[in-house]
C-alpha cells in the first residue's frame, strides 16, 4: 500500500514538473516577434516615358511634283476639202471607227460626167498619136505634128488624174482609228473648205505636257518614267518622256515637257488637268526621320534625341518632307535614338524612360 502511494506521488512529481517546463518554454517562443517581414523596396528613378527609334540611313528619291495637262495621242476635226453637197451621213456620234472608215460621202455626180467626158477625150487623143508615131517611123509625118499629139494626150490624162483625186476627196474618210465625237452637219447640208464635219480622238494613249523650272531642265531626259494622279481617279498612272521644248519660255523659266502614257481602257479623257510626280534625284545614305518627332520653332526645327536618361534637344536643318517622314540634312547622326513621342511634357535634360525603341 506505501509503495502504491509512493509511485503515485512520484508520477505526479513528473506531471508537475513537465507541465512547468512546457510553460517555460511556451512562454519563450510566444515572446519573439512572429510577424511576416516585407521585401524592402528600393526606390525606383522617376522618369518621363517616351518611346524611342534609332535614327538609320537609307535611300532617299528627291522627288517634285508638277501639274500637266493630258492630251489625245492624236486628235483632229474633219473637214471637206471641196465646196460640195452632203448626200450621205456615215459618221456615228460617239462610236470607234478604223482607218479608213467611210464618214461623210459629198455629191460628186458632174465630177462623174466630167471623167467620163475626159475619158473619152483621151481614147482620141490616144488613136491620133499613135496614128503620128506609125507615119513619123515611115517618114510620112513630121516629128512637130507627132509632138503636139503627144503633148495632147499628156494633157489629158493628167486631166484625168486631177480630177479622180477630186472625186476620191468626196468621200471623207477616217485618217486613223479612233472615237467620234458630235456630228455638226447632216444630209443636204452644203459644205465649204474649213467647215468642221465632225471630231476624231484616238485615246488609245495620252500625251502629258508640264513644265519644270530651269534648274532641273537637264535633269529629266527622254524615257525617263514619271507617274500621275487626276481628280476623277485615285489610280496611280504610268507614263514616259518622250520629247521636250528646244527652248525655255522666256516668261516662265521653264521647260515644256511631254511624256506619253497607255490608256487602253480609256478611263481618262483629254482636257483633264494631271498632278505628276517627278523623280530627280536619288541619295543613298538619307536619315530619315517621322513628321512627328518635329518641334517647329521660330528659328526652325529641333527634336529632342535620348542621351543617358536624359532629352536633349537638338536643332536640326531639314530636306524633303513628305506625309510621313522628312530628311534630316544636319544636326543629327546615324545612330541616335529619337525620341518620338510625350515631346509636350519634355524640357532640355528632363529625365526620360523608354518605354520602347524601334
Do not use: C, W
Request: charged letters at 20%; hydrophobic letters at 40%.
Amino acid at each position: 500500500m506505501k509503495r502504491t502511494i509512493q509511485s503515485a506521488k512520484i508520477v505526479s512529481g513528473l506531471i508537475i514538473a513537465g507541465l512547468i517546463t512546457g510553460s517555460v518554454l511556451l512562454k519563450a517562443y510566444s515572446s519573439k516577434d512572429t510577424t511576416p517581414q516585407k521585401p524592402e523596396i528600393k526606390p525606383q528613378s522617376q522618369g518621363i516615358p517616351v518611346d524611342g527609334q534609332i535614327i538609320t540611313s537609307g535611300a532617299l528619291n528627291e522627288e517634285m511634283v508638277v501639274s500637266g495637262t493630258l492630251m489625245a495621242y492624236q486628235q483632229v476635226s474633219i473637214m471637206s476639202e471641196l465646196n460640195r453637197k452632203v448626200i450621205a451621213v456615215h459618221a456615228a456620234e460617239g462610236k470607234f471607227v478604223n482607218t479608213g472608215a467611210l464618214l461623210f460621202k459629198l455629191d460628186d455626180a458632174d465630177l462623174l460626167a466630167e471623167l467620163e467626158q475626159l475619158k473619152q477625150q483621151e481614147k482620141f487623143v490616144l488613136l491620133n498619136e499613135s496614128r503620128l508615131k506609125d507615119l513619123v517611123d515611115r517618114e510620112a509625118a513630121v516629128q512637130q505634128d507627132y509632138d503636139q499629139a503627144f503633148t495632147n494626150l499628156k494633157v489629158v490624162q493628167s486631166k484625168i488624174q486631177q480630177l479622180k483625186v477630186n472625186i476620191a476627196k468626196t468621200s471623207i474618210r477616217a485618217p486613223f482609228s479612233g472615237h467620234l465625237g458630235i456630228v455638226n452637219v447632216y444630209t443636204g447640208a452644203y459644205v465649204s473648205p474649213g467647215t468642221p464635219l465632225v471630231q476624231l480622238t484616238d485615246n488609245s494613249k495620252l500625251k502629258i505636257d508640264f513644265a519644270v523650272p530651269e534648274k532641273h531642265a537637264y535633269t529629266l531626259k527622254n524615257g525617263d518614267p514619271v507617274q500621275y494622279q487626276v481628280e476623277s481617279n485615285e489610280k496611280i498612272q504610268s507614263a514616259r518622256i518622250i520629247a521636250h521644248e528646244s527652248a525655255l519660255d522666256p516668261k516662265t523659266r521653264t521647260l515644256l515637257i511631254r511624256a506619253v502614257g497607255d490608256n487602253a481602257s480609256h478611263e481618262l479623257l483629254p482636257g483633264q488637268s494631271a498632278r505628276l510626280t517627278l523623280r530627280l534625284n536619288t541619295t543613298g545614305n538619307a536619315l530619315m526621320i517621322p513628321n512627328q518627332a518635329l518641334i517647329p520653332s521660330s528659328d526652325g526645327y529641333s527634336v529632342f534625341v535620348a542621351n543617358a536618361g536624359k532629352a536633349s534637344l537638338k536643332s536640326i536643318q531639314i530636306g524633303q518632307r513628305n506625309a510621313a517622314t522628312v530628311n534630316v540634312v544636319s544636326g543629327l547622326a546615324k545612330g541616335d535614338t529619337l525620341i518620338t513621342s510625350n515631346m509636350l511634357r519634355l524640357s532640355p535634360d528632363a529625365q526620360i524612360q523608354l518605354v520602347s525603341v524601334k
